[in-house]
T-cell receptor, first 115, second 110 residues
Framework: DAGVIQSPRHEVTEMGQEVTLRCKPI?????LFWYRQTMMRGLELLIY????????DSGMPEDRFSAKMPNASFSTLKIQPSEPRDSAVYFC?????????????FGPGTRLTVT | QQQVKQSPQSLIVQKGGISIINCAYE??????FPWYQQFPGKGPALLIA?????SEKKEGRFTISFNKSAKQFSLHIMDSQPGDSATYFC?????????FGKGTRLHILP
């Protein structure tokens, strides 16, 4: 298995532009997570889905952020409009939940820079 | 409110020494405590984990010590090696949701 796949790996954009980050979870996993990592705040959970349904989006910073999971093999995190403070590494992770905690497998991340 | 507090922020250890990272949690609803390891340019990966009904778990050179009454747990890396240099995150988990500590940047001197 290729693991969790994220694209793009790096994104540089100007303030005000729309940014879309993409994630393909590991086949067979039924939970998907979006995290943001910064030096100041560490690794923060933004939102997670179970069986393609958003379960907890309490970590989404504001209305500029939105996430979708149209099917079991694809998810997007969109920021519109982007701001310099959104600069961070965004990770997608997936796991298989079967009644107990499942190990989360992280992708390589997307490094976002908003100028 | 920081639910999982981790210390130290950074740590330098001589090769062959013992690396110790400490964490404390607040919410007693957490029932699984994983440690993740992250190398530069990579995503975090599960290293070792423990449930609160166990006081210690050992896997090779890595040991978790767990104190349920104090709501504290720690990671010990015995015979630390340069290849262990990475950022380590403790975490507290219930069901699908994981709360991570802020991480400890570990550097092992050759």
């Amino acid at each position: 298995d290729a693991g969790v796949i994220q694209s793009p790996r790096h994104e540089v954009t100007e303030m005000g532009q729309e940014v879309t980050l993409r994630c393909k979870p590991i086949s067979g996993h039924n939970s998907l997570f979006w995290y943001r990592q910064t030096m100041m705040r560490g690794l923060e959970l933004l939102i997670y889905f179970n069986n393609n349904v958003p379960i907890d989006d309490s970590g989404m910073p504001e209305d500029r952020f939105s996430a979708k999971m149209p099917n079991a093999s694809f998810s997007t995190l969109k920021i519109q409009p982007s701001e310099p403070r959104d600069s961070a590494v965004y990770f997608c992770a997936s796991s298989f939940m079967s009644g107990a905690q499942g190990e989360q497998y992280f992708g390589p991340g997307t490094r976002l820079t908003v100028t | 409110q920081q639910q999982v507090k981790q210390s130290p922020q950074s740590l330098i250890v001589q090769k062959g020494g013992i690396s110790i990272i400490n964490c404390a949690y607040e919410n007693t609803a957490f029932d699984y405590f994983p440690w993740y390891q992250q190398f530069p340019g990579k995503g975090p990966a599960l290293l070792i984990a423990i449930r609160p009904d166990v006081s210690e778990k050992k896997e090779g050179r890595f040991t978790i010590s767990f104190n349920k009454s104090a709501k504290q747990f720690s990671l010990h890396i015995m015979d630390s090696q340069p290849g262990d240099s990475a950022t380590y995150f403790c975490a507290a988990q219930r069901d699908d949701k994981i709360i991570f500590g802020k991480g400890t940047r570990l550097h092992i001197l050759p």
